[in-house]
């Protein structure tokens, strides 16, 4: 099947180019099938090759299929070809099966949109654009996956683009991401300048062999500058700080896609980036320890936001910024298979609550409606007692926040206990980083699910009785993530074993029940984690379980606190006054004053040459044939009288 690997963006790529074209056409079901369909035939592709991958001998488990030469231009040669190897075997059946759900849940979410066909082509385009970035071979074509992911995210974070709150945080996401892509694209560059060569083997191959000579310091700083590069292009699509600031708002776009970006797709492009660069990053020391403090405060900042947040999309968007964070935290410390694994297990989890909050929305959304009420369906302050009437979505919803909070024999506990394992025996500053924002997202979690499903019903009786569980369309996707958010932490030994030929390591796997057989520290630091993950929830009940004033009245003790973390410590704002302000300003002057005195004076003044000159010299023609005869003898006379003079 590896042979065949270009079937799984090949068959997205066909359902994008028949619902884009055809699908206003078409009947609602033969789109969703075509766009389900497509996907889950990809899924199923990858899945085949990746057996196929790990039937091999390990030394062969790295693939490169040429499909045909792309650019020819001077040294530079750049093929369209797809490597395979276990990283991307791992991220290509995690797209493609989280996003394959995604699709499934989005029949019933947009089943009433009448942009239903946009939709799933926007949503096809998604998945082709990620598994472009995903198996491509080099730099070029993993830049133009990267360039299609951000495209996307424009798209479908303004797909209901006559709200002008979507495409506002559409033009957020898309213009934020420039920032970094700048970076990105500067460190491609750089690559080719250095090594004659985009492919991602001969890259690597040259950094490794010490007869090139990159150990000498001149050399290590062109890698360490290519590094950073390539980091900043990171920090804009896995929103680390400073360029977080578009991920909250992306959940303007229907929830459904807000899954997508926030689980398997756009998002994790950086982190897997790093990864696939470990060989760079591991030869400049000082970059990958940058990557790792960026990561720890990150998931820390992120995490205190989300505490005090009170629509329940943004609060976890904050926290998979957070998440986000504890994976270039495990990178940063050199774990980068631990990196991975928490991606794979966050992508269950968080699709798992993302979906959750679109069914909570989805049924908010109709009993407001039907009561003719004006409430905000995604404000927690609005619901409580949901569980009475959804109750598959709130168990699964409750599984999810257990396993993001770090709950014991849950899969995020293993990969997160296995980062903060990793960070304690690399930098014990951020693993104290690790370790605050645990307890927050322990905290923030039980917040969200006691306000939302717990508790008396906040809008009243009218509106309550509008209340219902999804269609099974939806609800049968949160089962399935929430089967892989419990199971996908208890394959962390044979994943580390299937990814260690890439990372070229055999890394100690710290994290869960193994960790009890290590005895003495890393013992230790097991029950740290589990005691980190029960005092948030401890904290969380004692505030939320039952009404009261207890929160209002620890708002107002922490009052400068409370509002530093509602206002998100004012990073909007600095920008707007920073930047935005100022650019507007700049365009002002420029539009007022450079281009209506200067630009319209230079290009007004040329004119009015033209005509002065135009208004003499039109009074050489009179008309009159005598004055042509007297010009044509004064002409003469003037010609004869210079000969004569010489």
């Known amino acids: 099947m590896i042979d065949y690997l270009f079937l799984t963006i090949l068959l997205p790529l066909v359902g994008v180019l028949v619902n884009g074209f055809f699908g206003a056409r078409l009947p609602k079901k033969l789109v969703a099938v075509i766009g389900c369909g497509t996907v889950g035939a990809a899924f199923l592709i990858g899945v085949s090759a990746l057996i196929a991958l790990a039937r091999l001998p390990v030394a062969e488990r790295s693939v490169e299929l040429s499909l045909f030469e792309w650019m020819a231009a001077g040294d530079l040669r750049v093929h369209a070809a797809l490597l395979f190897d276990p990283l991307s075997a791992v991220m290509l059946v995690v797209v493609s099966g989280i996003g394959l759900l995604i699709h499934v849940y989005s029949i019933g979410y947009m089943w009433k949109d009448s942009g239903f066909a946009r939709y799933f082509t926007y949503l096809n385009l998604f998945i082709v654009s990620m598994l472009i970035l995903i198996l491509g071979n080099n730099f070029v074509v993993f830049y133009v996956g990267w360039e299609l992911v951000g495209l996307c995210s424009y798209l479908l974070i303004g797909f209901w683009f006559h709200k002008p709150s979507a495409a506002d945080a559409a033009k957020k996401a898309f213009i934020v991401n420039r920032v970094g892509d700048l970076g990105f694209a500067l460190g491609i560059f750089a690559i080719f300048a250095v090594f004659g060569t985009v492919q991602f083997s001969e890259v690597f191959h040259a950094i490794r062999e010490p007869v090139n000579g990159f150990v000498d310091g001149q050399n290590l700083l062109v890698l360490g500058a290519i590094a950073v590069l390539l980091f900043i292009g990171a920090m804009g699509k896995s929103a680390q700080i400073p360029l977080y600031v578009w991920l909250p708002d992306a959940m303007e776009g229907p929830t459904p896609v807000s899954a997508l970006i926030h689980a398997a797709t756009m998002v994790t492009a950086g982190v897997y980036m790093v990864a696939r660069c470990h060989v760079l990053y591991e030869l400049v020391p000082g970059v990958l320890a940058f990557v790792g403090v960026i990561g720890a405060v990150t998931a820390v900042l992120a995490a205190s936001i989300a505490l005090v947040q009170h629509d329940i999309k943004r609060v976890l968007a904050y926290s998979t910024i957070s998440q986000l964070g504890y994976m270039f935290l495990g990178c ?150 929430a089967v892989g958010a419990v199971g996908a932490g208890w394959i962390a030994k044979p994943l580390h074993v299937f990814l260690s030929p890439v990372f070229n390591s055999q890394e100690v796997i710290h994290g869960g029940v193994e960790a009890a057989a290590h005895g003495g520290g890393h013992g230790s630091l097991m029950v740290i984690a589990i005691c980190a993950a029960f005092a948030g929830i401890a904290v969380g009940v004692a505030l939320y379980a039952k009404a009261s004033d207890r929160p209002t009245r620890l708002a107002a003790a922490l009052e400068p606190v409370h509002r530093l973390l509602y206002n998100k410590y004012y990073v909007d704002e600095i920008y707007d006054r920073l930047m935005i302000s100022q650019g507007h300003a700049l365009s002002r002057f420029l539009a007022n004053v450079f281009d209506a005195h200067f630009i319209d004076g230079v290009v007004n003044g040329v004119a009015k040459v033209v005509g002065g000159v135009g208004e003499v010299l039109k009074k050489c023609q009179t008309g009159y044939v005598r004055n042509y005869a007297l010009t044509m003898a004064a002409g003469v006379v003037a010609i004869l009288l210079y000969f004569l003079m010489r």
């Open 332 to 481: 940063g410390v050199g774990a980068y298979a631990a990196a991975i694994f928490h991606l794979m297990t966050h992508a269950f989890f968080k699709a798992l609550l993302f979906l959750g909050s679109g069914s909570v929305i989805h049924s908010m959304e109709h009993a407001i409606r039907h009561a003719h009420g004006d409430a905000d369906p995604q404000d927690m302050r609005n619901m409580g007692g949901l569980g009475r009437h959804m109750r598959i979505t709130a168990l699964t919803f409750v599984v999810g926040s257990a396993a993001l909070a770090g709950v014991p024999f849950l899969s995020g506990f293993y990969s997160k206990e296995e980062i903060l394992t990793s960070a304690w025996e690399g930098n014990r500053l951020l693993w104290g980083l690790g370790v605050a924002g645990a307890v927050m997202t322990a905290f923030y979690m039980t917040r969200q699910v006691l306000k939302t499903f717990f508790g008396k019903f906040r809008l009243g009786d009218d509106i309550e009785a509008g209340l219902h569980e999804s269609a099974a369309v939806m609800t049968v996707p949160l089962l399935l993530l």
